[in-house]
């Protein structure tokens, strides 16, 4: 059984670029959730997609926005890139019903 | 609304034991907690449920107490291994996982 990964670990931009950040699932798990982590503060949640459907938003814009494929791996859009986006961004999956939830390790954002 | 945790952070001798607590404003339906080392995911500890029981992780348990809308988190006979920064994560309603996480108790344990 394979933990949630999530590519890439490490990635820089510049104010006003675009990202796309990708997660793939635990197997099994047809849900998946975005949390952005900001320094020294606990994980915000971004959205939550369940069957390729965006299944609940945090206090988040429209610029960030997601994707689910059928193989319930899951892309996170950020546009117009600001210098807050800078955080750790962890995907997390659970199986719908089930009450656990498993982080992956992340992706380290920077916008310069 | 994010709950509050308590203390923000803890400095243990190996062995001693310390109580994390965490707070909301609303009615809790849930109530979720993680581990993160540095640099690492938050990995799942376990969930108390309205309603539930206390439950338990070698020698780390978990209290909810719905009327206080309050859980605590309890490291007993702490390890080197139990150092890191505790979060809890909550739910208002059956939300199906979509957490407003605290903001941390950072612990320390020392040989």
């Known amino acids: 059984e394979t933990g949630v990964t999530q590519s890439p670990t490490h990635l820089i931009k510049t104010r006003g670029q675009q990202v796309t950040l990708r997660c793939s699932s635990q197997?099994?798990?047809?849900?998946v959730s975005w949390y952005q982590q900001a320094l020294g503060q606990g994980p915000q949640f971004i959205f939550q997609?369940?069957?390729?459907?965006?299944?609940g938003r945090g206090n988040f814009p429209p610029r960030f926005s997601g994707l689910q494929f059928p193989n319930y791996s899951s892309e996170l859009n950020v546009n117009a890139l600001e210098l807050d986006d800078s955080a750790l961004y962890l995907c997390a999956s659970s199986l719908v019903g089930v009450d656990e939830q498993y982080f992956g390790p992340g992706t380290r954002l920077t916008v310069t | 609304q994010q709950p509050v945790q308590s203390p923000q952070a803890v400095i243990l001798r190996e062995g001693e034991d310390a109580v994390i607590n965490c707070s909301s404003s609303k009615a809790l339906y849930s109530v979720h907690w993680y581990r993160q080392k540095h640099g690492e995911a938050p990995v799942f500890l376990m969930i108390?449920?309205?309603?539930?029981e206390q439950k338990g992780h070698d020698k780390i348990s978990a209290s909810f107490n719905e009327k206080k809308q309050q859980s605590s988190l309890y490291l007993t006979a702490s390890q080197l291994s139990y150092s890191g920064t505790y979060f809890c994560g909550t739910e208002n309603g059956a939300a199906g996982n979509k957490l407003t996480f605290g903001g941390g108790t950072r612990v320390l344990v020392k040989p």
């Open positions: 997609y369940y069957r390729e459907e965006e299944n």
């Open positions: 197997s099994g798990h047809n849900t």
């Open positions: 108390l449920l309205k309603g539930g």
